[in-house]
Protein backbone atom coordinates (compact mmCIF):
# COMPACT_ATOMS: atom_id res chain seq x y z
CA UNK A 1 0.00 0.00 0.00
CA UNK A 2 1.46 3.34 -0.85
CA UNK A 3 0.25 6.47 1.45
CA UNK A 4 -0.54 9.21 -1.03
CA UNK A 5 -1.96 12.92 -0.93
CA UNK A 6 -3.93 13.88 -4.01
CA UNK A 7 -4.00 17.49 -4.42
CA UNK A 8 -6.18 18.66 -7.24
CA UNK A 9 -8.73 21.27 -8.98
CA UNK A 10 -11.38 19.33 -9.50
CA UNK A 11 -12.55 19.49 -12.55
CA UNK A 12 -13.46 16.97 -14.97
CA UNK A 13 -10.34 15.32 -15.52
CA UNK A 14 -9.50 16.00 -11.66
CA UNK A 15 -13.02 13.74 -10.81
CA UNK A 16 -12.04 11.00 -13.59
CA UNK A 17 -8.92 10.85 -12.05
CA UNK A 18 -10.38 10.78 -8.27
CA UNK A 19 -12.86 8.18 -9.78
CA UNK A 20 -9.19 5.56 -10.56
CA UNK A 21 -7.27 6.39 -7.28
CA UNK A 22 -10.62 5.46 -5.00
CA UNK A 23 -10.50 1.96 -6.86
CA UNK A 24 -6.88 1.58 -6.25
CA UNK A 25 -6.47 -0.78 -3.55
CA UNK A 26 -2.92 -0.27 -3.75
CA UNK A 27 -3.09 3.22 -2.52
CA UNK A 28 -4.06 4.32 0.83
CA UNK A 29 -5.30 8.29 0.29
CA UNK A 30 -5.01 9.81 3.22
CA UNK A 31 -6.12 12.32 2.17
CA UNK A 32 -7.69 14.83 -0.88
CA UNK A 33 -6.34 18.89 -0.85
CA UNK A 34 -7.81 21.25 -3.15
CA UNK A 35 -6.36 24.25 -4.54
CA UNK A 36 -8.02 27.27 -7.13
CA UNK A 37 -7.27 25.72 -10.34
CA UNK A 38 -10.48 24.88 -13.20
CA UNK A 39 -12.28 26.10 -10.45
CA UNK A 40 -11.88 27.87 -6.50
CA UNK A 41 -10.68 25.76 -4.22
CA UNK A 42 -13.87 25.96 -2.36
CA UNK A 43 -15.99 24.64 -5.24
CA UNK A 44 -13.55 21.95 -5.83
CA UNK A 45 -13.97 20.55 -2.66
CA UNK A 46 -17.28 20.22 -2.83
CA UNK A 47 -16.58 18.61 -6.53
CA UNK A 48 -13.73 16.05 -4.82
CA UNK A 49 -16.74 14.92 -2.64
CA UNK A 50 -18.96 14.36 -5.20
CA UNK A 51 -16.51 11.98 -7.27
CA UNK A 52 -15.84 10.55 -3.91
CA UNK A 53 -19.30 9.72 -3.38
CA UNK A 54 -19.61 8.07 -7.01
CA UNK A 55 -16.62 6.23 -6.32
CA UNK A 56 -18.27 5.22 -2.48
CA UNK A 57 -15.27 6.43 -1.10
CA UNK A 58 -16.51 9.37 1.17
CA UNK A 59 -14.37 7.95 4.44
CA UNK A 60 -11.60 10.31 2.34
CA UNK A 61 -11.11 13.63 3.46
CA UNK A 62 -11.48 16.55 1.89
CA UNK A 63 -9.20 19.67 2.59
CA UNK A 64 -9.98 23.44 1.36
CA UNK A 65 -6.72 24.79 -0.03
CA UNK A 66 -5.29 27.65 -1.49
CA UNK A 67 -7.64 29.94 -3.19
CA UNK A 68 -5.50 32.03 -5.24
CA UNK A 69 -2.28 31.74 -6.99
CA UNK A 70 1.07 33.45 -5.26
CA UNK A 71 1.54 36.25 -7.47
CA UNK A 72 -0.40 35.69 -10.75
CA UNK A 73 -3.89 37.36 -10.44
CA UNK A 74 -6.63 33.96 -10.42
CA UNK A 75 -7.83 32.88 -13.53
CA UNK A 76 -9.84 29.75 -13.64
CA UNK A 77 -10.82 27.51 -16.49
CA UNK A 78 -13.95 27.28 -16.47
CA UNK A 79 -14.66 27.92 -19.85
CA UNK A 80 -13.37 24.14 -20.19
CA UNK A 81 -14.79 22.87 -16.84
CA UNK A 82 -18.22 24.55 -16.91
CA UNK A 83 -19.46 26.93 -14.27
CA UNK A 84 -20.03 23.98 -11.68
CA UNK A 85 -16.41 22.49 -12.37
CA UNK A 86 -18.22 19.37 -13.52
CA UNK A 87 -19.28 20.15 -16.90
CA UNK A 88 -22.76 22.01 -15.54
CA UNK A 89 -23.71 18.88 -14.82
CA UNK A 90 -24.93 20.41 -11.26
CA UNK A 91 -24.95 17.01 -9.42
CA UNK A 92 -26.19 17.21 -6.06
CA UNK A 93 -24.05 18.74 -3.15
CA UNK A 94 -22.83 16.11 -0.69
CA UNK A 95 -24.32 17.37 2.50
CA UNK A 96 -21.72 17.78 5.57
CA UNK A 97 -19.13 20.21 6.73
CA UNK A 98 -15.88 20.19 5.36
CA UNK A 99 -12.68 19.61 8.29
CA UNK A 100 -11.73 23.05 9.87
CA UNK A 101 -8.30 22.06 9.00
CA UNK A 102 -6.84 23.70 5.84
CA UNK A 103 -4.90 21.68 3.26
CA UNK A 104 -1.88 23.37 3.87
CA UNK A 105 -1.87 22.68 7.47
CA UNK A 106 -3.08 19.29 6.76
CA UNK A 107 0.03 18.75 3.95
CA UNK A 108 2.36 20.06 6.76
CA UNK A 109 1.36 17.68 9.64
CA UNK A 110 0.85 14.32 7.86
CA UNK A 111 4.37 14.92 6.18
CA UNK A 112 5.70 15.66 9.59
CA UNK A 113 4.20 12.44 10.84
CA UNK A 114 5.28 10.04 8.17
CA UNK A 115 6.37 10.17 4.73
CA UNK A 116 3.53 10.60 2.07
CA UNK A 117 3.77 10.94 -1.17
CA UNK A 118 1.08 13.30 -3.67
CA UNK A 119 -0.36 12.98 -6.85
CA UNK A 120 -0.51 16.93 -7.77
CA UNK A 121 -3.26 17.56 -10.00
CA UNK A 122 -3.77 21.30 -10.32
CA UNK A 123 -1.79 24.49 -9.66
CA UNK A 124 0.98 23.58 -7.29
CA UNK A 125 0.16 26.45 -5.31
CA UNK A 126 -0.37 24.38 -1.92
CA UNK A 127 3.24 22.82 -2.02
CA UNK A 128 4.78 25.76 -3.12
CA UNK A 129 3.23 27.40 0.25
CA UNK A 130 4.80 24.45 2.27
CA UNK A 131 7.77 24.15 0.98
CA UNK A 132 8.34 27.57 1.44
CA UNK A 133 7.42 27.10 5.46
CA UNK A 134 8.82 24.10 5.41
CA UNK A 135 11.87 23.89 2.96
CA UNK A 136 12.65 20.07 4.72
CA UNK A 137 9.40 18.34 4.20
CA UNK A 138 10.63 17.78 0.62
CA UNK A 139 12.20 14.81 1.92
CA UNK A 140 9.29 13.09 3.53
CA UNK A 141 7.62 13.13 -0.05
CA UNK A 142 9.10 9.59 -1.82
CA UNK A 143 7.14 10.84 -4.85
CA UNK A 144 6.02 14.03 -6.30
CA UNK A 145 3.78 12.84 -9.50
CA UNK A 146 2.35 16.63 -10.66
CA UNK A 147 0.43 16.56 -14.03
CA UNK A 148 1.49 19.87 -15.90
CA UNK A 149 3.84 21.32 -18.19
CA UNK A 150 5.05 20.54 -21.50
CA UNK A 151 7.82 19.53 -23.46
CA UNK A 152 7.56 19.31 -27.28
CA UNK A 153 4.08 19.32 -27.16
CA UNK A 154 2.32 23.11 -27.69
CA UNK A 155 0.30 24.49 -24.96
CA UNK A 156 -3.19 24.91 -23.73
CA UNK A 157 -3.28 27.99 -22.74
CA UNK A 158 -0.66 29.59 -24.37
CA UNK A 159 1.13 28.60 -27.32
CA UNK A 160 3.81 27.10 -25.10
CA UNK A 161 2.39 26.86 -21.23
CA UNK A 162 -0.03 23.82 -19.92
CA UNK A 163 -2.69 25.45 -17.71
CA UNK A 164 -1.70 24.42 -14.13
CA UNK A 165 1.71 25.82 -14.32
CA UNK A 166 0.70 29.21 -16.34
CA UNK A 167 -1.89 29.63 -14.14
CA UNK A 168 0.22 29.97 -10.92
CA UNK A 169 4.11 29.47 -12.79
CA UNK A 170 5.86 30.92 -9.45
CA UNK A 171 4.38 27.86 -7.01
CA UNK A 172 5.75 25.28 -10.55
CA UNK A 173 9.04 27.22 -10.25
CA UNK A 174 9.52 26.80 -6.37
CA UNK A 175 8.41 23.13 -6.21
CA UNK A 176 10.73 22.07 -9.41
CA UNK A 177 14.20 24.76 -7.19
CA UNK A 178 13.13 22.90 -4.21
CA UNK A 179 13.29 19.53 -5.60
CA UNK A 180 16.66 20.71 -7.44
CA UNK A 181 17.86 21.89 -3.64
CA UNK A 182 16.99 18.32 -2.21
CA UNK A 183 18.39 16.19 -5.53
CA UNK A 184 15.39 14.91 -6.37
CA UNK A 185 13.25 14.00 -8.95
CA UNK A 186 9.65 15.52 -9.71
CA UNK A 187 7.90 13.54 -12.37
CA UNK A 188 6.16 15.88 -14.64
CA UNK A 189 2.84 14.58 -16.64
CA UNK A 190 2.79 16.82 -19.28
CA UNK A 191 0.83 17.27 -22.58
CA UNK A 192 3.30 15.45 -24.73
CA UNK A 193 1.91 11.90 -23.17
CA UNK A 194 -1.85 13.16 -21.95
CA UNK A 195 -3.41 14.74 -25.24
CA UNK A 196 -2.59 11.26 -26.29
CA UNK A 197 -4.97 9.95 -24.00
CA UNK A 198 -8.83 10.96 -25.32
CA UNK A 199 -12.20 9.56 -23.89
CA UNK A 200 -13.51 9.31 -27.48
CA UNK A 201 -17.86 8.72 -28.22
CA UNK A 202 -16.86 5.06 -28.15
CA UNK A 203 -14.91 4.73 -25.28
CA UNK A 204 -17.94 6.44 -23.36
CA UNK A 205 -20.49 4.10 -25.29
CA UNK A 206 -18.36 0.88 -23.96
CA UNK A 207 -18.08 2.37 -20.63
CA UNK A 208 -22.05 2.81 -20.33
CA UNK A 209 -22.11 -0.94 -21.49
CA UNK A 210 -20.18 -2.66 -19.18
CA UNK A 211 -21.15 -0.40 -16.44
CA UNK A 212 -24.30 2.07 -16.60
CA UNK A 213 -24.31 3.75 -13.66
CA UNK A 214 -20.55 4.90 -13.59
CA UNK A 215 -20.91 5.42 -17.56
CA UNK A 216 -23.77 7.36 -16.78
CA UNK A 217 -21.42 9.71 -14.33
CA UNK A 218 -19.06 9.69 -16.64
CA UNK A 219 -21.23 11.36 -19.54
CA UNK A 220 -22.88 13.74 -17.32
CA UNK A 221 -19.35 15.12 -16.52
CA UNK A 222 -17.82 14.65 -19.93
CA UNK A 223 -20.49 16.33 -22.39
CA UNK A 224 -19.73 20.10 -21.90
CA UNK A 225 -15.73 19.10 -21.89
CA UNK A 226 -16.54 17.35 -25.32
CA UNK A 227 -18.19 19.96 -27.04
CA UNK A 228 -15.54 22.42 -25.57
CA UNK A 229 -12.56 19.80 -27.22
CA UNK A 230 -15.15 20.01 -30.74
CA UNK A 231 -15.47 23.43 -30.66
CA UNK A 232 -11.81 24.55 -29.90
CA UNK A 233 -9.72 21.51 -31.42
CA UNK A 234 -12.23 19.80 -33.73
CA UNK A 235 -11.68 16.71 -31.50
CA UNK A 236 -13.70 14.12 -31.25
CA UNK A 237 -13.73 13.31 -27.56
CA UNK A 238 -11.92 14.92 -24.65
CA UNK A 239 -8.33 14.95 -23.84
CA UNK A 240 -8.58 13.39 -20.11
CA UNK A 241 -5.08 14.74 -18.38
CA UNK A 242 -5.25 13.89 -14.93
CA UNK A 243 -5.86 10.43 -14.88
CA UNK A 244 -2.88 9.49 -16.42
CA UNK A 245 -0.83 11.22 -13.74
CA UNK A 246 -2.53 8.45 -11.49
CA UNK A 247 -2.03 5.47 -13.87
CA UNK A 248 1.54 6.18 -14.21
CA UNK A 249 1.83 6.59 -10.46
CA UNK A 250 0.51 3.11 -10.19
CA UNK A 251 2.47 1.71 -12.76
CA UNK A 252 5.46 3.70 -14.11
CA UNK A 253 6.28 1.53 -16.94
CA UNK A 254 2.86 3.28 -19.06
CA UNK A 255 5.23 6.06 -19.69
CA UNK A 256 9.02 6.71 -20.95
CA UNK A 257 10.62 9.96 -20.43
CA UNK A 258 13.77 11.95 -19.74
CA UNK A 259 15.45 12.82 -16.51
CA UNK A 260 16.68 16.35 -17.00
CA UNK A 261 16.65 19.32 -15.69
CA UNK A 262 13.93 21.82 -15.86
CA UNK A 263 12.50 25.57 -14.80
CA UNK A 264 9.60 27.42 -15.39
CA UNK A 265 8.93 30.51 -16.59
CA UNK A 266 7.23 32.68 -14.04
CA UNK A 267 6.32 36.29 -16.60
CA UNK A 268 5.46 38.00 -19.40
CA UNK A 269 4.92 36.13 -22.94
CA UNK A 270 6.37 32.71 -21.88
CA UNK A 271 5.07 32.73 -18.07
CA UNK A 272 4.18 28.92 -16.94
CA UNK A 273 6.77 27.40 -19.67
CA UNK A 274 8.71 24.47 -18.58
CA UNK A 275 11.91 25.00 -20.25
CA UNK A 276 13.48 21.71 -20.52
CA UNK A 277 17.38 21.15 -20.64
CA UNK A 278 17.57 18.58 -22.71
CA UNK A 279 20.48 18.87 -24.46
CA UNK A 280 22.57 19.44 -20.61
CA UNK A 281 23.56 23.20 -21.34
CA UNK A 282 23.50 24.40 -17.78
CA UNK A 283 25.36 21.66 -16.86
CA UNK A 284 22.79 20.94 -13.59
CA UNK A 285 21.72 18.06 -11.82
CA UNK A 286 18.57 16.77 -13.28
CA UNK A 287 15.80 17.62 -11.19
CA UNK A 288 12.45 16.08 -13.47
CA UNK A 289 11.55 13.31 -15.00
CA UNK A 290 9.44 14.57 -18.19
CA UNK A 291 7.56 11.86 -19.38
CA UNK A 292 7.56 11.94 -23.54
CA UNK A 293 6.01 8.29 -24.51
CA UNK A 294 2.53 6.38 -23.49
CA UNK A 295 1.47 3.49 -23.73
CA UNK A 296 -2.00 4.52 -24.59
CA UNK A 297 -3.61 0.74 -24.81
CA UNK A 298 -1.88 0.12 -21.48
CA UNK A 299 -3.49 3.28 -19.65
CA UNK A 300 -7.06 2.26 -21.67
CA UNK A 301 -6.96 -1.07 -19.62
CA UNK A 302 -5.79 0.26 -16.45
CA UNK A 303 -8.42 2.91 -16.54
CA UNK A 304 -11.22 1.27 -17.51
CA UNK A 305 -10.25 -1.97 -14.96
CA UNK A 306 -10.09 0.43 -12.75
CA UNK A 307 -13.10 2.24 -12.63
CA UNK A 308 -16.06 -0.12 -14.06
CA UNK A 309 -17.41 -1.75 -11.65
CA UNK A 310 -19.47 -4.21 -14.14
CA UNK A 311 -15.55 -5.71 -15.12
CA UNK A 312 -15.71 -7.24 -11.30
CA UNK A 313 -12.00 -7.36 -11.06
CA UNK A 314 -11.85 -8.88 -14.70
CA UNK A 315 -9.03 -6.74 -16.65
CA UNK A 316 -11.37 -4.51 -19.58
CA UNK A 317 -11.02 -6.20 -23.11
CA UNK A 318 -8.79 -4.72 -25.21
CA UNK A 319 -10.82 -1.51 -27.53
CA UNK A 320 -9.85 -2.11 -30.82
CA UNK A 321 -7.84 1.04 -31.91
CA UNK A 322 -8.06 2.38 -35.42
CA UNK A 323 -5.73 -0.20 -37.76
CA UNK A 324 -4.65 -2.14 -35.04
CA UNK A 325 -5.16 -6.35 -33.94
CA UNK A 326 -6.93 -6.87 -30.63
CA UNK A 327 -5.13 -8.81 -28.06
CA UNK A 328 -1.96 -9.17 -26.27
CA UNK A 329 0.54 -6.53 -28.04
CA UNK A 330 3.74 -5.28 -27.11
CA UNK A 331 3.31 -1.92 -25.44
CA UNK A 332 2.53 0.48 -28.15
CA UNK A 333 4.51 3.77 -26.72
CA UNK A 334 3.38 6.92 -28.67
CA UNK A 335 5.65 9.72 -29.36
O1 LIG B 1 -3.70 21.43 -18.46
C1 LIG B 1 -4.53 20.41 -17.96
C2 LIG B 1 -4.60 20.48 -16.48
O2 LIG B 1 -5.18 21.73 -16.06
C3 LIG B 1 -5.53 19.41 -15.89
O3 LIG B 1 -5.07 19.07 -14.62
C4 LIG B 1 -6.84 20.12 -15.79
O4 LIG B 1 -7.69 19.55 -14.80
C5 LIG B 1 -6.39 21.50 -15.36
O5 LIG B 1 -6.15 21.47 -13.97
CA1 LIG C 1 -6.58 19.29 -12.76
Redesign the pocket.
Known sequence: MSKVIIDC?P????ALALLLAASAPELEIVGVTTVS??VPADVGAQNARKALRQAGRLDIPVYMGAMAPLQAPYTD?RDTHGQDGLGESFLPEVPGAFPACSAGAFLEETLEREETAVIA??PLTNLARLFQRRPELVERIPRLVS??GNFKSHG?CSPVA???YWCDPDAAQICYQAFSQAGKILEMVG?DVTRKIVLTPDRLAYMERLDPETGAFVRAITRFYMDFHWEQEGILGCVI??PLAVAYFLDPSLCRGLDRFLAVETEGLCRGQTVVDAMDFWKKQPNSRVLTQVDVRGFWRLFLSGILKGLNGRPAPDLPEEGKAVGKEEPAYEW
Open positions: DGIDDGNALGMGNEYNLND
